[in-house]
């Protein structure tokens, strides 16, 4: 069962506005829009420009999971275990995790379906065709519209015929600048060595442990070219070093960082911390309670789930540590103070106040709108991504859209609800139930579904709670949605309407439609204001920028061994600036020779997301030294470790 997740607030395109003589210009020849950007000059790293090649991305179906490292000339890719989760629920069993995998020879490696890597071969700025249709007059469905067809075009023909290549055209710095990447695809991947993992049965049934036994685990494919089949041979691989990084060597991070909320405002923080992220963690927590519990029931199942737990589970901890560092850490008072200085900034300068000096009226404006469906619409949302009482209800979608339902149709929903219920377990479903209508009721009363609001009117919120659970027992619990004999004569009947559960469910679907579809109004103010927000920023010397604003972009930053390292631990600590869960992402020393690979955020390191700060500026890395180790161990891994090899 595949959680349906609608993070909407991460689905923004950046509206681009051409450069005219009365908007700032952004120098695209300055440090600041260059700095760890592809591709980067000679003299800044100590590997070929074809270094580029070296890392890829890692794809699931049409997804980014991640990025890795390739490791020798035949192909080999180092990366995170998650990347093969969803191989191990839907293949493999307990004794996989526990007992690990190393194919002792390329013909007994593992083929992963649905996994590719994608290996960049080309970056080029392509603002200007873009945006060349854009005047400072255009109204903004008009700016909208123009990019996504001069984007759809540019992409179309520099792709062609060609079915092994994937391009793309990203926003950076909040849609100032758009940037064409074309990768080359690598389908056939293959397993070749995983780590054997200290879990047992009942831990996989317990998302907590899956996260901390699995997080910063490791695992190594191998990448095939399709015609003929045989090893891929990268243009660059990276070279291994045993040797053990010293306190004053520099150190460099090379990957792809993820997107950050530095380039944000305060209003923008606030309006996450007090409107999308309680969504997300009371959602997602009563999804974990609800999975893992199944999960204890059964072992079957929990295998089968336990790669969606797990990610859901990763997110969760990410929004609670935000959450928290939100408030204990004043970002949003930060981000203020900042924001007082850049005002002042602007206002001593003549040449952009006129201009400029109404943005944050702007983006306030673009929230306000947002803050009027947005409780509904998150609440909505996500309680329809966590449950499945909506799939359920969607099965008589047809049946209702029907005037004159025939018998083969009616029959048809009935089979279809009796597969639907042998998938799911209706009590769990319920007690999510009894969890989620509490929330509904939290959420202001001009936007609560109208059957919460009148169910629940007058009612004191600590009664909430006790109300929703007699509700669901008493009236909800005998819908005919979890019983055949009585769906069939309601279809006979045609009266889906006069069942409660039913209709509540139509509601909450209503709800978030209505809702999403005001919500997308504020992208309108807000698109454009924070284009401009963000371009004031960087030409004012603003502090705090000092990365990519997108994870679509191959970035490298220097550093040096973080203070807290412990040289006798498998895991050591840079002091980079790479935030944004860069799993994947290769450390390296002054000579481009591999010394390991961050395999996970830590949770101290996420201030970082929201707010440049030296104490949050740091990387987990796993030791490559300790992988090789490891492998040592295994019976018959010489061919592996001949492959492996260290320059030293």
């Known amino acids: 069962m595949q959680l349906r997740l609608l993070l909407i607030y991460i689905i923004f395109l950046g509206w681009g506005c051409s450069s005219s003589n009365n908007s700032v210009e952004l120098d695209s020849s300055s440090p600041v829009y260059n700095k760890g950007i592809r591709p980067v000059s000679s003299g800044e790293l100590p590997m070929t420009s074809s270094s580029n090649h070296g890392v890829a991305k890692l794809y699931k179906g049409n997804s ?90 540019l992409i179309n023909e520099r792709r062609g015929e060609r079915n092994d290549l994937f391009v793309e055209i990203k926003d950076l ?28 049965a009942s831990d996989i049934s317990d998302s907590k442990t899956l996260l901390t036994n699995l997080s910063d685990e ?26 053990q990084p010293e306190l004053n060597d520099e150190l460099i991070s090379f990957g792809f960082p993820g997107k950050t909320y530095r380039l944000e405002s305060s209003r923008a923080i606030n309006f996450y911390h007090t409107r999308l992220n309680p969504y997300i963690n009371s959602f997602f927590d009563m999804y974990i309670e609800k999975e893992d519990s199944l999960a204890s029931l059964d072992e079957i199942y929990a295998l089968r789930s336990f790669a969606n737990r797990y990610s859901v589970k990763q997110n969760l901890s990410f929004f609670e540590t935000a ?28 040449t952009i106040a006129e201009l400029n000096s109404e943005i944050f009226t702007y983006i ?42 025939s018998q083969e149709l009616i029959q048809n929903t009935l089979s279809s609800q009796e597969q639907f219920l042998s998938r799911i377990n209706i009590e769990a479903e319920l007690n999510l139930l009894k969890k989620a209508i509490p929330i509904f009721k939290t959420i202001p009363e001009d936007q609560q579904p109208l059957m919460i609001f009148d169910l629940f009117a007058g009612s004191e919120s ?71 927000f963000t371009r004031l920023k960087m030409n004012t010397n ?59 955020e830590v949770n101290h ?38 492959e492996l090899a260290p320059e030293n």
């Not at 890597?117 to 700025?125: H, M, N, S, Y």
């Not at 309680?383 to 969607?394: E, G, I, M, Q």
């Not at 220097?558 to 002091?575: A, C, Q, V, W």
């Not at 440049?612 to 490559?624: A, G, N, P, W």
């Open 542 to 600: 603003f502090s705090g920028i000092t990365k990519p604003d997108s994870d679509a972009f191959l970035s490298f930053n220097k550093g040096s061994l973080h203070p807290r390292s412990d040289k006798y631990s498998e895991f050591f600590y840079t002091t980079h600036d790479f935030s944004g869960k860069a799993q994947g992402t290769a450390i390296l020393n002054s000579e481009g020779q591999l010394l390991g690979m961050v395999t996970e």
């Open 364 to 405: 306030n404006q673009a929230y306000d709108i947002a803050e009027q469906t947005a409780d509904i619409l998150y609440s909505t949302s996500y309680f329809r991504s966590v449950s499945t009482l909506d799939d359920l209800a969607n099965i008589f979608s047809t049946y209702s859209n029907e005037e004159n339902p």
């Open 173 to 200: 710095y909040s849609g100032n600048r758009q940037i064409m990447t074309v990768y080359q695809i690598v389908q056939d991947i293959r397993l070749a060595f995983a780590p054997s993992v200290n879990l047992i």
């Open 218 to 243: 490791y695992v190594i494919l191998r990448a095939y070219s399709s015609q003929p089949s045989s090893p891929f041979n990268p243009e660059f691989f990276f070279p291994i070093s045993d040797q």
């Open 323 to 350: 959450q928290s560092m939100i408030s204990t850490r004043s970002i949003i008072e930060q981000k203020e103070s900042a924001e007082e200085q850049l005002i002042e900034a602007i206002t001593n300068d003549t």
């Open 462 to 532: 600590i009664d909430i709670g006790t109300l929703s659970s007699e509700y669901v027992n008493e009236v909800l619990v005998n819908s005919f949605l979890f019983d055949l004999e009585q769906a069939q004569q309601v279809l006979e009947s045609g009266s889906l309407n006069q069942d409660p559960l039913y209709n509540f469910l139509e509601e909450i679907a209503f709800s978030f439609e209505t809702a999403q579809q005001n919500y997308f109004r504020h992208y309108t103010y807000l698109f454009p204001a924070q284009q401009v």
């Open 605 to 642: 390191s996420i201030l970082g997301n929201y707010i440049y700060t030296e104490e949050s500026s740091f990387l987990k890395v796993l030791r490559i030294s300790s992988i090789l180790e490891e492998i040592e161990m295994i019976n018959e891994s010489d061919l592996l470790l001949q």
């Open 64 to 153: 980014n999971s991640g990025s890795g490292i390739f490791i020798s000339e035949e192909g080999l890719f180092l990366t995170n275990y998650s990347a093969i989760i969803d191989f191990i629920a839907s293949e493999k069993d307990i004794d996989f995790l526990s007992s690990g995998f190393h194919a002792k020879s390329n013909g007994a490696e593992i083929p992963l379906q649905g996994i590719s890597l994608l290996v960049e071969i080309e970056q080029t700025d392509v603002t200007d065709d873009v945006q060349k249709n854009i005047t400072e007059l255009s109204p903004n469905y008009e700016i909208y519209r123009s990019i996504q067809e001069q984007k759809t075009r």
